[in-house]
Structure formats: C-alpha cells, structure tokens
C-alpha cells in the first residue's frame, strides 16, 4: 500500500490528478470489495441490461443455457437468394455479438463458447444464426446479476476434455479429433496409434464419450492439417519472400522406392531462424538431372526463386544437380553472384566419410590388438 501511495504522490506531481476514493466503477464494470471477507467483485449488470435493451430483449422469456442444444448451426443456414440477404442486413448481428464479446471478456467466460459460435458466422448470417444470438441474450437476462468473484478461498481447479463428437456439422470434426491429430503430429507417432490396445484403454478411463477415430480417419486428418499448414506457409513466404537456403538429402528403403526431401532454411522480418520441410517425395533415380528437375519443380510449386545456397553430401550426382539448378536460377534472373557460392558440401557427410577411412586404416591393428590380448 506504501508503495502505491508513493506512486500517486509521484503522479500528482507531474500531472494534474484528483483522488476519488476506492473504485467503483471502470469500463461498465462494477466494482465491490469485502475487506473483512476478503473478496472483490466485478459485475457488468447495468452494462448487459442497456445491450438487452438496445436488442429489445430486456422483456423476454430467460434462458438457462447459452446455446440449446437443439441449434445446429452451419453454413448452409446462411441465405441463399438475394431477397433473404437483403432482408439479414438490416439484422445488427455484428453489433450484438460484438456486446456479447465485450462482456464474455470482461465478465463472462461462461458463455465463450457460445460467443465463438455465432461469430463464426458475422459475413454471411442467417436466420437460424440470428436465432442463437437471441437465445444467448435471453441467457444473459436471467444470469445478468453474475459476477466474477476474486478472493482468498481454496480454489478447485476443474479440468474438461472437450468431446463434441463431430459436433462441426460444416467439418463433421470435433475439437478433440484435432487435438490427436496435432499430437499424432508433433510427437511423429505411427498413425496405427489409435489402434493400440493401451491407448483405447487410456481414453476410456479418461473420457469414455470420446470416440476414437480409426487409422484412416486419423491418415486423412494428417493430410488435411499438413494442406492447411501448407496454405499458410505459403501465405507466409509471400509476404516475407525471404532468401532461402536448401538442404537435400535422398535414400533407398527397404521397398526400394527412391525419396527425396528438400528443407528450406529462412529468416522471417523478426530475424528469427525457421526450417521448414518444402517437400518429401519419391524420384524417379538418383541421377543429378532427375534431382535437379525434382528441385526446381518444388521450387515452382512454392513460388520460390530466391536460393542463397544448397547444401547437399558429396556424391557426384550433386554437383550435377548443383549446376543444373544453377542454371535455372539464371533462366530465372535470381542467380545470386552468377551462383558461384549456391553449392555448399555437406561438412557432417565429410566428417562421416573422414571417420570411416580413419577406420579402416586402424581396423587391423585393432584386430591385432584385440587378438593378442593387448585390447580389451
């Protein structure tokens, strides 16, 4: 309190000031305290009785629940003719749900969800929207008395897991679907994870109503997260068209399938470093042209032309890929300094390779130790 006092005094100093006592008021919010009980309150009732007012709903029937469960709300609810979106312009849904969101922040986070429903649908609003924002009004006149109440009392944290069940009727998804994917994502698990016996068991005991996506669910999901990240990143590079470092690395699995995947290595306006996988993909043969080709397809498909440098191991086909891809960048006017520093060797690779002739002139004199009983 000495430390606040202080502060004032510096204040009134410098600016012109008046001391008005405790607040009671900031902002539509009410503000009460219970010293001896040790609690403080924030109402915005007389701020939601003048929005129900201005929406003519402060005589309506009270509602229990934000948002039935009986509103199904999707795109296909939004008008269709061109006399139906006449008609729902004149409907101030924006200004509602925007009061809704003023109070939901300040006040109300009990009815977020439902405020980040409706506003789904501000651009193109239909009547079944307008329907659920009135609802979520009428909610507000029978709890408009609720507070937010801070103070010393045992909290009880309360934890939920969301489990709409494809509650989304325009995605078919549930919140809880996407959550696993991510997860599936991030931590690079196989997608038969949902299949595991142990999984199941654990989201059973966690959330039962929780219905487990099968193992093409969960592939088709992936691709749709990695379309939306590629869309964005896109997006992204468009607007930052940074210069770009390449890194390239091919292999042969088992199946005998060739593979290629190119990284891009960027600084954003923050200066802050990223790495991003561009592409995996198979190729047709390890043969400089074909991974050239490979290259600056991906390159295209990015609209990428800015290429600082690739890095790539020693084998010869790279240095054939190398100046292939040089001349394209030439074709295309982005050849920094005539490509005389876009080839840069893989330093790991050298020291790998350094580590295995170092081997092999060592080996048998190992052996030799090892035989006489000199190493052990």
């Given at each position: 309190?000495?430390?606040?006092?202080?502060?004032?005094?510096?204040?009134?100093?410098?600016?012109?000031?008046?001391?008005?006592?405790?607040?009671?008021?900031?902002?539509?919010?009410?503000?009460?305290?219970?010293?001896?009980?040790?609690?403080?309150?924030?109402?915005?009732?007389?701020?939601?009785?003048?929005?129900?007012?201005?929406?003519?709903?402060?005589?309506?029937?009270?509602?229990?629940?934000?948002?039935?469960?009986?509103?199904?709300?999707?795109?296909?609810?939004?008008?269709?003719?061109?006399?139906?979106?006449?008609?729902?312009?004149?409907?101030?849904?924006?200004?509602?749900?925007?009061?809704?969101?003023?109070?939901?922040?300040?006040?109300?986070?009990?009815?977020?969800?439902?405020?980040?429903?409706?506003?789904?649908?501000?651009?193109?609003?239909?009547?079944?929207?307008?329907?659920?924002?009135?609802?979520?009004?009428?909610?507000?006149?029978?709890?408009?008395?609720?507070?937010?109440?801070?103070?010393?009392?045992?909290?009880?944290?309360?934890?939920?897991?969301?489990?709409?069940?494809?509650g989304d009727v325009d995605s078919s998804k549930s919140t809880?679907?996407?959550?696993?994917?991510?997860?599936?994502?991030?931590?690079?698990?196989?997608?038969?994870?949902?299949?595991?016996?142990?999984?199941?068991?654990?989201?059973?005991?966690?959330?039962?109503?929780?219905?487990?996506?099968?193992?093409?669910?969960?592939?088709?999901?992936?691709?749709?997260?990695?379309?939306?990240?590629?869309?964005?990143?896109?997006?992204?590079?468009?607007?930052?068209?940074?210069?770009?470092?390449?890194?390239?690395?091919?292999?042969?699995?088992?199946?005998?399938?060739?593979?290629?995947?190119?990284?891009?290595?960027?600084?954003?306006?923050?200066?802050?470093?990223?790495?991003?996988?561009?592409?995996?993909?198979?190729?047709?043969?390890?043969?400089?042209?074909?991974?050239?080709?490979?290259?600056?397809?991906?390159?295209?498909?990015?609209?990428?032309?800015?290429?600082?440098?690739?890095?790539?191991?020693?084998?010869?086909?790279?240095?054939?890929?190398?100046?292939?891809?040089?001349?394209?960048?030439?074709?295309?006017?982005?050849?920094?300094?005539?490509?005389?520093?876009?080839?840069?060797?893989?330093?790991?690779?050298?020291?790998?390779?350094?580590?295995?002739?170092?081997?092999?002139?060592?080996?048998?004199?190992?052996?030799?130790?090892?035989?006489?009983?000199?190493?052990?």
């Open positions: 309190m000495r430390e606040i006092n202080n502060l004032k005094t510096r204040l009134s100093a410098a600016f012109e000031m008046k001391n008005l006592g405790p607040i009671k008021k900031i902002l539509g919010m009410k503000i009460s305290r219970d010293r001896s009980a040790g609690t403080l309150n924030l109402s915005q009732e007389l701020y939601i009785e003048k929005v129900l007012s201005r929406f003519r709903v402060n005589d309506a029937k009270p509602r229990t629940t934000p948002l039935a469960n009986h509103f199904k709300l999707s795109k296909e609810q939004s008008p269709k003719t061109a006399e139906e979106r006449d008609h729902m312009a004149l409907v101030p849904y924006a200004s509602a749900v925007g009061s809704l969101m003023y109070a939901m922040v300040c006040t109300r986070p009990d009815i977020a969800h439902a405020v980040g429903v409706v506003s789904k649908y501000m651009a193109n609003l239909g009547k079944e929207h307008w329907e659920a924002v009135k609802w979520l009004l009428r909610y507000l006149r029978g709890t408009s008395s609720t507070s937010l109440c801070f103070g010393k009392v045992k909290v009880t944290l309360q934890g939920f897991v969301d489990a709409d069940l494809g809880s679907g996407r959550a696993l994917v991510e997860m599936i994502i991030l931590d690079e698990l196989p997608f038969s994870f949902v299949e595991k016996e142990g999984f199941k068991k654990f989201m059973s005991k966690v959330q039962p109503l929780f219905h487990i996506p099968s193992r093409s669910t969960i592939t088709r999901d992936c691709y749709e997260v990695y379309g939306e990240l590629r869309i964005n990143l896109k997006q992204s590079l468009r607007e930052i068209q940074p210069r770009i470092c390449l890194t390239t690395d091919t292999w042969t699995p088992v199946q005998r399938i060739n593979y290629m995947c190119l990284t891009a290595h960027f600084i954003d306006r923050d200066w802050v470093l990223h790495k991003r996988i561009l592409n995996f993909c198979p190729i047709t043969s390890h043969k400089g042209e074909h991974l050239a080709e490979s290259i600056s397809n991906c390159l295209l498909d990015w609209n990428l032309d800015n290429v600082i440098t690739v890095t790539v191991d020693n084998a010869s086909s790279n240095d054939v890929a190398v100046l292939e891809l040089s001349k394209k960048l030439d074709m295309w006017g982005t050849n920094l300094m005539e490509g005389k520093h876009l080839h840069v060797r893989c330093m790991a690779h050298i020291l790998n390779l350094i580590v295995q002739d170092g081997l092999k002139e060592i080996g048998p004199s190992i052996k030799k130790g090892e035989t006489n009983g000199e190493i052990c």
